[in-house]
């Protein structure tokens, strides 16, 4: 954990991300960067850097989203599952909603609420640059705020583990 406070930082909601005229009255948003620790992952296409800096969960991961696919199926939400077989260019249960040479911006509207992850790459930030994974989440109903304060702790530490592990990786 000590490592990953050292790698892993909160950032400000930077202004340049495409997502940020979502910022304001949203029900989450943060952000969380690190610096890119290889000039492979400077140069990186974006749908491979965010599938890397994605697909680096922890196992856990894995069992809360099964216990959360078992809770959300009673209320109406779509499971990981229902995402992941929609139409259209995904990566995992994030259906992509643009692609730029640095920034990937993903995402999923559901009754519930609607959400955006900005992948936003600053090559100029350190020796091989930095990647700022930013969120944002706008609720339409009771069960979306819910479901927001139920979440809230697991998405920060999801995140935040993610990022440490892709970067101890080294990104390649």
């Known amino acids: 954990m000590q490592e990953m406070n050292n790698v892993v930082r909160a950032v400000a909601l930077p202004p340049s991300a495409g997502i940020a005229p979502l910022y304001p009255g949203s029900n989450l948003a943060d952000a969380y960067a690190v610096d890119l620790p290889t000039e492979q992952a400077r140069r990186m296409d974006m749908q491979g850097l965010a599938r890397l800096l994605l697909g680096s969960q ?20 779509q499971t990981a599952r229902q995402m992941e077989a929609k139409p259209g260019k995904r990566i995992g249960i994030f259906r992509i909603f643009a692609v730029s040479d640095d ?6 509207d559901d009754s519930h609420l609607d959400f955006r992850i900005s992948v936003l790459r600053e090559r100029d930030a350190g020796r091989h640059g930095s990647v700022t994974i930013s969120s944002v989440v706008h609720c339409h109903n009771g069960v979306g705020r819910a479901y927001i304060v139920l979440i809230r702790p697991f998405h920060k530490l999801i995140v935040r583990r993610s990022l440490a592990r892709a970067v101890k990786g080294g990104l390649a």
Not at 58 to 77: E, N, Q, S, Y
Not at 103 to 108: F, T
Request: proline share 4%.
């Open 58 to 77: 922890p196992g856990w991961t894995r069992k809360l989203m099964v216990l959360r696919d078992a809770i959300v199926a009673r209320f109406g939400i």
């Open 103 to 108: 920034e990937i911006i993903l995402g999923e």
